[in-house]
C-alpha cells in the first residue's frame, strides 16, 4: 500500500480507488506484490540474510484508513509478501509522523495490532 500511495501513484487517488474501483484497487496491490516478492527472493538468491519492509511512508494511513481497510489494503498483502520471501530476519518498519501515529490513530501498538505481522523484529 505504501508504494501505491506513494510510488505509483498519491494518496488522494488512492483513496478515491478504494472507495469508487475497489477491485481494480486490489489488483494493483497484487501486480505491487508480485514485484516485491520477484525483487526479495533474488535478494534472497543473491545471499541477503534479512530485510527491512517500510509500511506507512510518511505515516499518511494511519488516520486515513479503518482498522478493516488496514485489515484488507495493507496486512492481507503484506503477509503475503513476507510469507513468501524465505529469509532469516525480516524487520518490519512503521513510519509515522507527530500528526500521523498508528497510536493516537487507533490505538494499534498498545492494542498489538503489529502482531499479526510475520516478522522477527519491529521497528517504529
Same mark, same amino acid.
Given at each position: ?26 489488483? %494493483? ?17 543473491? %545471499? ?37 520471501? !524465505? ?11 507527530? !500528526?500521523?501515529?498508528?497510536?493516537? !490513530?487507533? %490505538? ?17
Amino acid at each position: 500500500m505504501t508504494q501505491a500511495l506513494h510510488g505509483v501513484s498519491r494518496p488522494e487517488t488512492v483513496h478515491k480507488h478504494l472507495k469508487e474501483h475497489p477491485d481494480a484497487l486490489r489488483k %494493483g496491490l497484487e501486480t505491487i506484490n508480485e514485484s516485491n516478492i520477484k525483487f526479495m527472493k533474488a535478494g534472497v538468491e543473491q %545471499g541477503c540474510p534479512s530485510f527491512f519492509y517500510g509500511i506507512a511512508g510518511r505515516g499518511s494511513y494511519w488516520s486515513q484508513f479503518s482498522e478493516v481497510e488496514l485489515e484488507e489494503c495493507t496486512l492481507k498483502y503484506d503477509k503475503y509478501v513476507l510469507e513468501s520471501v !524465505d529469509a532469516a530476519i525480516k524487520m518490519l518498519h512503521i513510519c509515522n509522523t507527530l !500528526d500521523e501515529n498508528p497510536e493516537n !490513530d487507533g %490505538g494499534l501498538m498498545t492494542d498489538g495490532w503489529f502482531k499479526k505481522y510475520p516478522v522477527n523484529i519491529l521497528n517504529w
